[in-house]
T-cell receptor
């Protein structure tokens, strides 16, 4: 079974630029999550989708972050404009509906200069 | 106060030792408890998953949950250098798929 795929793996941008990350979840997983993991910290949930709909985006900085999940499969997370404090690893995870067993992708390491 | 507290370490132990990793939490509604292993520059990998209180064993790994003390543990027996990683505890309440993570404990097994 293929795992969660993410791209790109690494991205370096300057502040005020925009960036987008892509995620392809495990086939059949209805729920998709985006997390931000700052160095030395645990992952922090940014947004949760179930199929096409947003379940929780309470911790998403909506003035600069946006996310969409088209057709209930792939998802993109965008940052515009980026700030220095956005430097982190952005993790995508997916799960079946039900008990919270989440499976993570390798992450995208973002550096904002 | 954070909902989930975890000692960040680092923790270094010799190969073959028993490792004990712990988390405490404040939210009594948490019912699902997980341990993830994260190797450097990789995503977290689900290691152990338990519901409510009790013990669960899987090979060299044992997870314990004490809901009365709001305390969870992961024990690694016969530790190997390949166990060197950051271990994250995570938890959620019933009917909620959102996970709350600890900060992670960085573990090094010395050959």
């Amino acid at each position: 079974e293929a795992g969660v795929a993410q791209s790109p793996r690494y991205k370096i941008i300057e502040k005020r630029q925009s960036v987008a990350f892509w995620c392809n979840p495990i086939s059949g997983h209805a729920t998709l999550y985006w997390y931000q993991q700052i160095l030395g910290q645990g992952p922090k949930l940014l947004i949760q989708f179930q199929n096409n709909g947003v379940v929780d985006d309470s911790q998403l900085p909506k003035d600069r972050f946006s996310a969409e999940r088209l057709k209930g499969v792939d998802s993109t997370l965008k940052i515009q404009p980026a700030k220095l404090e956005d430097s982190a690893v952005y993790l995508c995870a997916s799960s079946l509906v039900g008990p919270p067993r989440q499976f993570f992708g390798p992450g995208t390491r973002l550096t904002v200069l | 106060q954070k909902e989930v507290e975890q000692d960040p370490g680092p923790l270094s132990v010799p190969e073959g030792a028993i490792v004990s990793l712990n988390c405490t939490y404040s939210n009594s509604a948490f019912q699902y408890f997980m341990w993830y292993r994260q190797y450097s520059r990789k995503g977290p990998e689900l290691l152990m998953y338990t519901y409510s209180s009790g013990n669960k064993e899987d090979g060299r790994f044992t997870a314990q949950v004490d809901k009365s003390s709001k305390y969870i543990s992961l024990f690694i027996r016969d530790s190997q250098p390949s166990d060197s990683a950051t271990y994250l505890c995570a938890m959620s309440d019933f009917g909620n798929e959102k996970l709350t993570f600890g900060t992670g404990t960085r573990l090094t097994i010395i050959p």
